[in-house]
């Protein structure tokens, strides 16, 4: 069976079968998230915990930083993660903010999003749910996503719903726009 995930970027909600993030800077599109597998408690498997893969750079030194299956691959000189059960954070050297914090939320506190993400969380029933935050470039783009707002370079998103068929495609206005 297939889910529909949920992924609340600041207070936009895309919704997809696919457990991709993505940007495409009007020429290419590059994968820079992927939920390997999700949290599940019900479960005692071993594989149960939140698996992430993440391909950005970082700010600043644009150093690239590779995670497979929640271990550093690429930039481990400067970024470490820390890994809990249903949340993986990735933290470069020196900076006290993650640079990509990936949360699985659990259903107890669903109740403390905006309520037109509530709506659609009612009406199609996504799980898992997932609220992402980061600062980092991908593609040369920065990306910046805090609880308020999803910024691509010079462009802010809020209050977004959007049924993502091929997975979360993030651009910018910059760029051509086609559905």
Not at 17 to 42: D, E, K
Not at 92 to 117: F, K, W
Request: hydrophobic fraction near 35%; proline fraction near 4%; charged fraction near 15%.
């Amino acid at each position: 069976m297939k889910h529909k995930h949920a992924f609340i970027l600041g207070t936009n909600i895309y919704l997809s079968n696919h457990r991709t993030i993505s940007y495409n800077n009007g020429n290419s599109s590059a994968v820079f998230l992927t939920i390997r597998n999700f949290y599940n408690p019900q479960n005692n498997a071993p594989d149960h915990e939140l698996i992430i893969d993440a391909d950005i750079n970082t700010l600043g030194d644009h150093h690239p930083v590779r995670v497979t299956g929640n271990m550093v691959q690429q930039g481990a000189a400067d970024v470490h993660a820390v890994v809990e059960p249903n949340r993986v954070r990735l933290y470069h050297a020196g900076h006290e903010e993650p640079i990509l914090d990936v949360y699985q939320l659990d259903p107890h506190e669903y109740h403390g999003l905006g309520s037109y993400i509530l709506n659609e969380i009612h009406s199609q029933h996504p799980d898992p749910i997932f609220t992402i935050h980061g600062n980092f470039n991908v593609a040369g783009s920065h990306i910046y996503i805090e609880n308020e707002r999803l910024h691509v370079d010079h462009d802010t998103f809020a209050n977004g719903v959007e049924n993502a068929h091929d997975g979360v495609v993030l651009y910018t206005s910059e760029k051509v726009h086609m559905h």
